[in-house]
């Protein structure tokens, strides 16, 4: 065998080694955004399950003082939410589906997503 030969072989076994590292990386990579998407997933059906919960026991948990104080602190925010909303879809002559929360036109008669009628 030549030094010709001996390089490669040494090449070959990099390359092998090489394509090897790649495909962990992309595996490690796929398994990474799988779980940023479970993750992503779990958060909103952790959303869902508190806005649930909150309008279901709402009026309930007035007995509990702390529980009570941030059901108000909620309220105060959704409160100043909903007026910068109105606020900013005024300023861009916007205005929001009541089905489906969309931003539409002023001038738009129905929702462009859910057909729903607009206006006063």
């Known amino acids: 065998m030549g030094i010709l030969d001996d390089v ?3 090449a070959k076994s ?3 080694a090489v394509g ?3 495909g962990q990386l992309v595996d490690v990579s796929k398994l990474r955004i799988s779980a940023a ?7 909103k059906r952790y959303q869902a ?3 649930y919960v909150y309008e279901d026991l709402r009026d309930k948990i007035s007995e509990d003082t702390e529980a009570a104080g941030k059901v108000t602190e909620l309220d105060e925010l959704t409160a ?7 606020e900013l879809n005024d300023k861009q002559n916007r205005t929001v589906c009541p089905s489906c929360g969309k931003r539409c ?10 057909g729903t009628k607009l206006g006063e």
């Open 8 to 10: 490669v072989i040494n």
């Open 105 to 114: 036109s002023s001038g738009d008669a129905f929702c462009s997503v859910c």
């Open 49 to 51: 399950l508190g806005q």
């Open 37 to 43: 998407e479970i993750n992503s997933e779990i958060t």
């Open 80 to 86: 100043q939410y909903t007026a910068v909303m109105k």
């Open 20 to 22: 090897k590292k790649a």
């Open 14 to 16: 990099a390359a092998e």
